[in-house]
Structures are given as C-alpha cells and as structure tokens.
C-alpha cells in the first residue's frame, strides 16, 4: 500500500485510536471496486456506498474480503 492507501490507512489507525467508536467509509464510484472493497476491509472500514448498479459486485467483494481475512487467523 503506498500513496493515498497509506494516508487512509494511518487516518483510520490514528483516528480509532483517538475515538475507538468513529465510523469509517467511503463513497464514489471507487468504493464499488472489488480492489477498494479489499482494501477498505483491511484499513477497517465499516461501510462503503456506491452507485445501485455496483452493489452486487460490491456485496460479492465484501464477502470475499471478510473470508479470506477469516482465512488468514
């Protein structure tokens, strides 16, 4: 991860650990990328919000992420 993904990344990391609550996500038609999904997964992301006609390659890519991050424990 480097650039912009390594900017969000320490955004996430630094805002949870200033408020442990804070709701994350990302919106755009970048969020309805499987790529961003994934990475949005592993940053810690509680939602991302896309155009209606992304949401069923958005809710396969998010399964995909949580399962092989389960995969990996």
Not at 18 to 30: H, K, Y
Not at 32 to 57: K, L, N
Request: with cysteine.
């Amino acid at each position: 991860m480097d650039g912009v993904g390594r900017l969000i990344e320490i955004a996430a990391k630094n805002g949870r650990h200033t408020r442990s609550n804070l709701r994350l996500g990302m919106c755009g038609e970048q969020a309805g990328e499987p790529a961003t999904i994934e990475f949005c997964h592993h940053v810690g992301m509680d939602y991302v919000s896309c155009s209606p006609f992304r949401i069923p390659m958005a809710r396969i890519a998010s399964a995909q992420a949580a399962l092989r991050s389960e995969a990996d424990l």
